[in-house]
């Protein structure tokens, strides 16, 4: 009796997968940017061109984010060569400000126009950070003690500023916002964040 059980089971699983596959419509592209550029009508001038994909963004699409090697070889290297190093080589600022910094929302919403204080890097939506906040995200993964972890190294310390940065050049079609990039964090605010994460004095790292 188990047996048949389980071969239904398959059967069942099986045929989900093809019906699903074959009920997939075909997306017509063209239609589905202007169903989106119809729906800010009002968008200031310097906000409509984030209606218009670049190059990663249009093969993240195309590829479901899941990119074949080569276009994910070519993704990073086209993303790496965006990132800005500090002029002065430190990685690392302020951790008390990095918290601030992960815990505002603020910037690039039609609200916050003109701006009236700094972006946020709205860290919290995505990841676990401290202990203390219980209101996270989970699209992400926890950061708790993530400098710990990693031994306060000198390369993750580096890492961690890269990917906060352009995340797409570790990880091609990354849900990561391209905080540097695009230019939604200063390198000041990218370095207050990598000492949240990395500084021993942290509460990531407490």
């Known amino acids: 009796m188990r047996k048949i059980f389980i071969s239904i089971a398959a059967v069942l699983i099986a045929g989900t997968a093809v019906s699903t596959a ?13 169903a989106v550029k119809s729906a800010f009508p009002s968008a200031p001038a310097d906000w409509q061109p984030r209606l218009v994909q670049d190059e990663t963004m249009k093969q993240c699409s195309a590829h479901d984010n899941l990119p074949p090697k080569a276009v994910g070889e070519a993704i990073q290297k086209r993303e790496r060569a965006t990132i800005e190093y500090p002029a002065d ?18 910037g690039l919403r039609f609200t916050d126009y003109p701006p009236r204080n700094p972006n946020g890097g709205n860290c919290y939506a995505c990841h676990q950070l401290t202990k203390a906040e219980l209101s996270f995200g989970t699209v992400g993964p926890s950061l708790l003690n993530y400098g710990g972890i990693r031994k306060f190294g000198a390369a993750e310390t580096k890492a961690v500023y890269e990917k906060i ?3 797409h050049a570790s ?22 964040v990598v000492a949240l994460v990395m500084s021993p004095d942290s509460p990531v790292n407490k």
């Open 171 to 192: 990880y091609p079609c990354s849900l990561m916002p391209r905080l540097g990039s695009n230019k939604v964090l200063t390198i000041e605010q990218i370095k207050d």
């Open 89 to 106: 080589g430190q990685f690392m600022g302020d951790w008390k400000r990095g918290e601030r910094i992960a815990q505002s929302g603020y």
């Open 165 to 167: 940065y352009n995340a």
């Open 22 to 34: 074959q009920q997939k419509p075909a997306v017509d592209r063209a239609k589905a940017d202007a």
